[in-house]
């Protein structure tokens, strides 16, 4: 954990932790022998489940959104290099990806496969990163993350203890729905829903992988990755600017990603 000091914090202090959020959701769901999962075409879950594949020895396919590119971009060859592979739907039969039908044309396709979704977002996953609050070994008041999916935000605040709170950043415009999968994850992991936990609506700028220059020149300036973690970050200093956390808070902030440019899909 390392604290991030600028001038904008004040009496508020920011810890910054690195984690790998992609592996605490594949924690739970490794074992199947083949499984396949969804993503975009620069997806750090599809990189990720395809790394787990390799390295625990599982067949993955990776279903993609849109049409096939040649030659791969970095992701998607990362992807194929570690074994995993590639499978292509259209945007509009993406949008249906987790329907019954198109479920059971998936199956038709590969055969007998576990279905991670998009992000990696289940109960499984859930209780693989409420791990995360407990091996915070420092004293702390909020704990931060971006949100795409919302299994990470629901996982945190399962595992905080109590009188803490976690405050989530949607990454996506019209983010609003988000709330209601948080609460539909815990549900689904544990059979209830904390009341801990809140998330922002107001730093996607313009949408998912979407930027703008005050953006670009924070991730400059903290070298961390643009997609994800930037916004949140933004948006932590911009609420401590306004006055939105006491004087004395402690905050920390999960770090998902490595430093990247954005790339709009």
Avoid at 69 to 96: E, K
Avoid at 182 to 199: D, F, H, M
Wanted: aromatic content about 8%.
């Amino acid at each position: 954990m390392e604290e991030l000091l600028d001038p904008a914090l004040g009496d508020v202090r920011l810890f910054l932790v690195h984690d790998d959020n992609k592996a605490r959701k594949l924690r739970y769901n490794l074992g199947p022998a083949r499984v396949l999962t969804f993503g975009g075409a620069y997806s750090g879950h599809i990189r990720a489940v395809a790394a787990a594949g390799r390295r625990h020895g599982f067949e993955t396919i990776g279903v993609i959104r849109g049409e096939e590119h040649l030659p791969l971009n970095p992701s998607l060859a990362y992807a194929a290099a570690c074994g995993m592979r590639l499978d292509y739907l259209d945007r509009a039969s993406y949008r249906l990806k987790h329907t019954p039908e198109m479920e059971a044309r998936l199956r038709e396709r590969w055969g007998d496969v576990a279905i991670l979704p998009e992000g990696g977002s289940n109960a499984a996953a859930v209780r693989g990163c409420a791990e995360l609050p407990g091996e915070i070994g420092a004293a702390y008041d909020v704990i931060c993350c971006p949100v795409g999916t919302g299994g990470t935000l629901a996982g945190i605040s399962a595992g905080l203890p109590a009188g803490k709170r976690a405050l989530g950043f949607a990454v996506l415009k019209g983010g609003g729905f988000l709330t209601e999968e948080v609460a539909r994850l815990q549900r689904e992991a544990y059979g209830r829903v904390w009341p801990n936990w809140s998330i922002n609506l107001d730093y996607h700028f313009g949408g998912y992988a979407r930027t703008t220059p005050a953006l670009n020149g924070l991730i400059a300036k903290y070298r961390v990755e643009g997609v994800y973690v930037a916004k949140m970050l933004y948006g932590v200093l911009d609420l401590v600017r306004q006055g939105a956390f006491p004087r004395g808070t402690r905050i920390v902030a999960v770090v998902t990603g490595q430093p990247s440019t954005p790339v709009a899909e």
